[in-house]
């Protein structure tokens, strides 16, 4: 599966945005998908993942602010990021891996190419 990113931009502190991930074939339902980020300086990290069944898991460090979401009719995967703060600034990875949630980043073989979110305080 090919995935393309984007909904990224410069913000404000506490605004909202909401993050998008696209993506090509047509068995997109089976998959696992996830967020990951990587801020200036620092590895990639995970952020958020839902499963095929539309369970969803979160790092500690978002949950409450973000939320991950899918919609299998357009091959689309979401991050909404609400109440934004500058330790969010980062350029966001969208990641897609066969049937089963993961949260380690050498577990998905899919990656888009990843949108910059800068959030000004």
């Known amino acids: 599966v090919q995935l393309q990113a984007s909904g990224g931009g410069l913000v404000q502190a506490g605004d909202s945005l909401r993050l998008s991930c696209a993506a090509s074939?047509?068995?997109?339902?089976?998959?696992?998908l996830a967020w990951f980020r990587q801020a200036p300086g620092k590895e990639r990290e995970f952020v958020a993942a839902i499963n095929r069944y539309g369970s969803k898991y979160y790092a500690d460090s978002v949950k409450g602010r973000f939320t991950i979401s899918r919609d299998n009719a357009k091959n689309t995967v979401y991050l909404q990021i609400n109440s934004l703060e500058s330790e969010d600034t980062a350029v966001y990875y969208c990641?897609?891996?066969?049937?089963?949630?993961?949260?380690?980043?050498?577990?998905?073989?899919?990656w888009g190419q990843g949108t910059l979110v800068t959030v000004s305080s």
């Open positions: 074939g047509r068995t997109f339902s089976t998959y696992a």
């Open positions: 990641a897609a891996r066969e049937e089963y949630y993961s949260s380690t980043e050498s577990d998905f073989g899919s």
